[in-house]
């Protein structure tokens, strides 16, 4: 089948991109949105300027579409681009947000296209498979008890992992991010044919959330 890839560069759609890949499907372009606002309900705010290194790194056609960001509007620039891009479906990384879900699953219904969901109701066991896997994913925002700046730009790897386990069992929170306590990018996966590396980045700090501003990155040789 012909896809788009709903993609901001971060585990989730990657993950759901190359599952889609995995089975066969024809994705045909990388489809990242750009909310003005980073409050977004439905779209990752944080460092997505990287997605487009990580296309390019993917050999994938890229398309950014901006997005007000507020609720229930976020959809509208989406749709639009979606009826000229000849693709049958969309995947997404949904996980457990029946919010997310649902509008895009409205959305593909009026435009006459499947949604596939490939991680839909999946836990944390995919989070370890991509590390295991060899996928480096960093954390470029956090927001969350527990998080402090020192979370950000830090890699997803095993000592990692157990420390969003340790922060679930003290704070109650989603260890693989699904609440929006921390977004993350992927640098360089199976799929990546170079490396994304960060140049020059800077780290944006409230005293209680943040983010990561990327200003320079650059493709290396894998």
């Known amino acids: 089948m012909r896809l788009a890839a709903l993609f901001s560069g971060g585990k989730d759609s990657t993950w759901a991109l190359d599952r889609a890949l995995a089975d066969g499907h024809d994705v045909s372009v990388l489809v990242t949105m750009a909310p003005e606002r980073r409050d977004s309900y439905m779209f990752q705010t944080a460092a997505v300027e990287l997605a487009a290194y990580s296309a390019e790194a993917m050999d994938i056609p890229h398309l950014v579409v901006p997005t007000s960001g507020v609720k229930e509007e976020e959809l509208g620039p989406l749709e639009e681009a979606l009826e000229g891009l000849g693709v049958e479906g969309i995947v997404s990384g949904a ?4 919010y997310q879900k649902d509008r895009i699953d409205a959305m593909c219904e009026r435009l006459g ?12 066991s995919r989070v370890e498979a991509m590390v295991k896997g060899g996928y480096h994913i960093v954390i470029v925002g956090a927001a969350c008890m527990g998080m402090d700046e020192r979370w950000i730009g830090r890699t997803m790897d095993a000592r990692t992992i157990e420390d969003l386990l340790r922060l679930e069992a003290t704070y109650r929170i989603n260890p693989d991010g699904e609440g929006g306590e921390f977004e993350t990018s992927v640098l360089f996966g199976p799929n990546f044919r170079r490396r994304v590396v960060i140049i020059d980045s800077e780290v944006v700090w409230d005293g209680a959330s943040g983010y990561l501003v990327v200003r320079k990155a650059e493709l290396r040789e894998a």
């Open 95 to 98: 996980i457990r947000s029946r």
């Open 113 to 124: 296209l499947v949604s596939l969901a490939p991680l839909w109701q999946t836990d944390m």
